[in-house]
């Protein structure tokens, strides 16, 4: 049994990646700041959601570029990133 044509398929080893470590699934950005890992595919969005970060009162820049708050849902963070944002503060 375990053989087709030949072949001992029960010995050898398989072949390819089935399993990740959660280190391949995470990647560490720097935001505002701060280190942290956080999920891959995580977004503009999902930071300032997580930060408690109203997305009308403040400006984001990833890398030095602007991010226009159109695109918070959409742009995904990449290894290496830096993000920072500026928040508006209210005062008299």
Do not use: W
Not at 5 to 12: H, I, T
Not at 39 to 62: H, M, N, W, Y
Not at 63 to 71: A, R
Request: glycine share 10%; charged share 20%; with cysteine.
């Amino acid at each position: 049994m375990g053989s087709t044509l030949g072949v001992d398929y029960a010995s050898k080893p398989v072949q390819g990646t089935f399993s990740r470590s959660i280190d391949d699934l995470m990647v560490e950005i720097e935001f505002n700041g701060t280190k942290r890992q956080v999920p891959v595919g995580t977004t503009i969005l999902d930071l300032l959601q997580e930060s408690k970060i109203e997305t009308r009162f403040c400006a984001v820049e990833s890398n030095l570029d602007i991010v226009p708050k159109s695109s918070y849902g959409t742009h995904q963070v990449q290894a290496g990133d830096k993000i920072e944002v500026v928040t508006l503060v209210g005062g008299g």
